[in-house]
């Protein structure tokens, strides 16, 4: 608890991961109301279900993509983080006091 308090952990992926699942369901609802009304109604139904169909087979994949790109920010900094914590052992010494060449 700690670390989540000192801004040492994350949160925020397990946030995403939550969201990612929420907006699946959102997505596949969707997919299928629209499939439902386009069988309900008479006007352009082909293009209504195409549409719906569409929602369900892209609308999950892009959500996917979305969402591994913002958990891959958070994994970036987590293995800088780590490397800094590898290079400060090796040298045994504060290394945020170390100024860039």
Not at 5 to 13: D, G, Q, S, V
Not at 26 to 32: E, N, P, R, W
Not at 39 to 57: H, T
Request: overall charge negative; proline content about 3%; glycine content about 10%.
């Amino acid at each position: 608890m700690g670390d989540i308090l000192a801004f040492r952990r994350m949160i925020t992926p397990i946030i995403i991961k939550i969201v990612f699942w929420i907006g699946l369901i959102v997505i596949l609802v969707l997919g299928i109301v629209a499939i439902v009304d386009g069988v309900s109604n008479d006007s352009d139904i082909g293009e209504v279900i195409a549409g719906g169909v569409l929602i369900l087979i892209l609308g999950p994949i892009v959500w996917r993509v979305f969402c591994e790109i913002l958990l891959l920010t958070f994994r970036i900094i987590e293995n800088l983080a780590d490397i800094r914590n590898i290079i400060k052992g090796k040298r045994g010494e504060d290394i945020s006091s170390v100024e860039p060449n």
